[in-house]
């Protein structure tokens, strides 16, 4: 991040959401709201000072709620640009008009009270969509404590944990009394393959991240012991297999295949109670701290971004590509691509494959001063079209477009977004909209072909 922010061909817009999309391939107009920081970018030094004077302290987002930040913060320490923002929902000069610290000491007079959303608009010949994934809210299970139990957390959780620099400082603790944890159970497929409470889809990703932390676990705490409830464990990467056991072998992790049935407290201890399928018993675990392995699931916003660049959706919000095999990363919407687990869960190798390829895709459009398109596109005759306009509001891609010809107004195909879909065709009346190579006429052609006469002879009859 910090190299590409040093690049000068590179623009990086933070704290900003996408509000509008027009245009088509190679000249894309898109809405960018930037949201006030109420801290001027322009001006600021990245000092800290201000963050440092701050007297009002909020939940950490970042941390998942597992720390405190300030009003004034930036989200992580490596976050690109070096400038904080303001929350203003709880910082003082916002809620009480009495508090301006910040302001008197930024020796750069970089703080902006007054500061306003903006909404700019940049214009982009492509798109490359890699809006990633949210985890799947475990409160619904109340199997597991549906929320209640503190030390009832996420793989993400632990994964802040387990950074040096998180909010633990590296130590694995019990979010109900800051101890320190030592029998930790993990549950797979929470939220995942789960048709009544979650989605039916796997994640693909947790498997071998419950792995992970297994073994650094181990590392950060050698007196540790992980059990791990799991339905199936699915390895299917290079390597993978082969770490799935070194979590078995050398952080001596006991798997247990099973679902967990209930999570209750006894003590100041937690018991999770399942059943092994492999021996047919009831087993209970007493646990220090209990990790789900949250499913992933679509970003929230996620099927409204959709609608912006016309490009569809599954049923879950995931974005579809043209084709699974011949176009994986490219969209029915000609110069928007996808990358990562805006299609469907992925992991780190899968989600850098598909960053590369759709950035090859878009330079290779960049990289030309034409651009080739499909033939099979539609088209429509002027002279007959009656100016309904009933092909508009039946194009799914939003391709075609009115305008006056002769004092008429008929209807225009946008060659550049048209998928030659045909809808316009069946919908028109007059029969002016067509698809090139599909016309009415051309297809009883093709149909009337193999039964007309060659040269004389029929086709059945010559030899």
């Not at 800290?48 to 009002?56: S, Y």
């Not at 941390?63 to 070096?82: C, D, I, M, T, W």
């Not at 290079?238 to 799935?244: I, L, M, T």
Request: include cysteine.
């Amino acid at each position: 991040m910090t190299e590409s922010s040093q690049d000068e061909k590179i623009k990086i817009i933070t704290y900003a959401e996408v509000v509008d999309v027009k245009g088509f391939v190679g000249n894309f107009d898109v809405t960018i709201r930037k949201k006030a920081r109420y801290i001027d970018e322009t001006k600021c030094t990245g000092c800290g000072d201000c963050i440092e004077k701050c007297l009002t302290f909020g939940t950490n987002e970042w941390e998942l709620g597992l720390g405190k930040r300030k009003a004034v913060y930036k989200p992580f320490s490596q976050a690109v640009p070096n400038v904080p923002v303001i929350d203003p929902e709880i910082c003082g000069q916002f809620t009480t008009g009495l508090c301006s610290v910040c302001a008197k000491i930024c020796t750069a007079d970089a703080i902006d009270y007054g500061q306003k959303d903006e909404d700019i608009t940049e214009k982009f010949g492509t798109i490359v969509m890699a809006t990633g994934f949210d985890q799947f809210d475990t409160s619904v299970y109340e199997e597991y404590g549906g929320g209640r139990f503190k030390d009832v957390i996420t793989g993400l959780h632990l994964e802040r944990m387990l950074e040096s620099s998180g909010p633990t400082g590296g130590h694995v603790i019990r979010p109900s009394n800051y101890k320190d944890a030592k029998r930790v159970v993990f549950i797979q497929c929470a939220g995942s393959r789960d048709e009544a409470k979650g989605v039916p889809y796997c994640s693909r990703i947790c498997c071998m991240y419950t792995a992970k932390q297994a073994i650094l676990l181990k590392d950060h705490v050698p007196d540790s012991q992980s059990y791990i409830f799991y339905i199936d464990i699915r390895t299917p990467g290079k390597g993978y297999e082969e770490f799935y056991k070194k979590a078995q072998t050398e952080a001596g992790a006991v798997y247990i295949r099973g679902r967990v049935s209930k999570i209750y407290e006894k003590g100041d201890q937690l018991i999770v109670r399942g059943a092994d399928t492999l021996t047919g018993e009831q087993v209970e675990v007493e646990a220090d701290l209990v990790v789900l392995a949250a499913g992933a699931v679509p970003r929230d916003g996620a099927k409204d971004l959709a609608k912006l660049l016309n490009i569809p959706h599954d049923t879950y919000g995931f974005f579809s590509e043209a084709h699974p095999k011949l176009q994986p990363v490219e969209s029915v919407t000609r110069g928007v691509y996808l990358a990562g687990a805006c299609q469907f869960p992925k992991d780190v190798p899968d989600s850098v494959a598909t960053a590369g390829a759709a950035a090859i895709k878009a330079c290779a459009i960049l990289s030309q001063d034409e651009l080739t398109i499909d033939p099979k596109i539609a088209f429509v005759e002027a002279d007959i079209c009656s100016g309904c306009l009933n092909c508009v509001q039946v194009c799914p891609f939003d391709a075609i477009r009115a305008e006056l010809v002769d004092g008429r107004q008929v209807a225009n195909i946008v060659e550049s977004l048209c998928q030659g879909c045909g809808n316009c065709a069946a919908t028109c009346r007059t029969k002016a909209a067509n698809v090139r190579g599909f016309s009415d006429d051309q297809i009883y052609a093709q149909i009337s072909a193999p039964f007309s006469s060659v040269e004389g002879k029929s086709v059945e009859g010559s030899k």
